[in-house]
């Protein structure tokens, strides 16, 4: 059914960069999970950060309730929106042995880097985000659709992603932003490792 639906919790860390919506990232997964009878919680780890500069968001999803808002350590699944911060940080730290990464990314990042049993996801976001304009101040507009991803390795129906989107955004946003979604639900693909 979907690794959200296998484990009795599922902890997931975000990274971005300040201004990329980690954060709005986090709330709306949480937010589709609710829609599929799970539990769940979101929250950003907030220091001084500016745009562009490395952030990090964390959401937890259950099949009970989720009391902890605590940084998540060691993560089940880790999403990457920029695949660039991965030349400055360590985005697998911590990562479990079975563990999920979904990287924004047109090819399969430095399998180096990768921890050897992590299953890895890419999905082309910064494209899908570009094609539909998306776009803030020059930036791709790339979180919601790594929701639609992220969704799809979860096994989060994409009718809940969508409904989630429209309980945070409205209008033509709403509209681009769940067209991204969908889009990235469909074409995000696993790499097997080589």
Do not use: C
Not at 117 to 135: C, P
């Amino acid at each position: 059914m979907g690794l959200a639906f296998e484990k009795e919790l599922i902890e997931i860390r975000f990274h971005g960069r300040g201004g990329q919506g980690a954060v709005t990232a986090a709330h709306i997964v949480v937010d589709a999970a609710m829609r599929e009878k799970l539990w769940g919680t979101a929250f950003p780890f907030f220091g001084a950060e500016r745009r562009g500069a490395p952030v990090t968001a964390y959401a937890r999803i259950s099949r009970r309730v989720v009391p902890t808002k605590s940084m998540i350590r060691k993560p089940d699944v880790v999403v990457v929106l920029d695949q660039a911060i991965m030349n400055y940080i360590n985005v697998f730290d911590g990562i479990k042995e079975s563990g999920v990464a979904v990287i924004n990314s047109p090819t399969a990042p430095l399998p180096a880097k990768l921890p050897p049993a992590v299953k890895l996801y890419i999905v082309d976001a910064t494209r899908i985000a570009l094609d539909l304009g998306l776009v803030l101040a020059g930036w791709p507009l790339v979180n919601v659709a790594m929701v639609g991803a992220l969704a799809r390795v979860l096994g989060i129906g994409s009718s809940s992603v969508k409904e989630a989107i429209s309980s945070i955004l409205s209008g033509r946003a709403a509209e681009l932003n769940s067209r991204a979604a969908e889009i990235a639900y469909r074409e995000v693909v696993e790499v097997e490792a080589s």
